[in-house]
Nanobody, 120 residues
Framework: QVQLVESGGGLVQPGGSLRLSCAAS????????MAWYRQAPGQQRELVAT???????TYADSEKERFTISRDNAKKTVYLQMNSLKSEDTAVYYC??????????????WGRGTQVTVSS
């Protein structure tokens, strides 16, 4: 059984920084792309950033200069460094990984989310 567990969320003042982590565990043969999404109250879940197995990254336009996604394949972990946080960054942040648990079938797995609140 594959599980993703996020950590690192919390309350931060505007202009502050947070580093989110998401670790995968369980029976995992390989991991492909990893991504971070977020969902603000009353809003749809939106893509924040992605990173491929080769390390190529993409970002939503509004986060391009402030957020950095990275991964540690040995630890099966993806990170999201968030700087210069704004109140509009307040949301539940979710990680997603594309994983082959065994054989050749690919599945998308999601974490349960971690709350990020930006407020003074």
């Amino acid at each position: 059984q594959v599980q993703l567990v996020e950590s690192g969320g919390g309350l931060v003042q505007p202009g502050g920084s947070l580093r989110l982590s998401c670790a995968a565990s369980g029976s995992i043969r390989s991991i492909g792309a990893m991504a971070w999404y977020r969902q603000a109250p009353g809003q749809q879940r939106e893509l924040v950033a992605t990173i491929t197995s080769g390390g190529s990254t993409t970002y939503a336009d509004s986060e391009k200069e402030r957020f950095t996604i990275s991964r540690d394949n040995a630890k099966k972990t993806v990170y999201l460094q968030m700087n210069s946080l704004k109140s509009e960054d307040t949301a539940v942040y979710y990680c997603k990984m594309t994983i082959i648990p065994s054989g050749v079938v690919v599945y998308d797995y999601w974490g349960r989310g971690t709350q990020v609140t930006v407020s003074s």
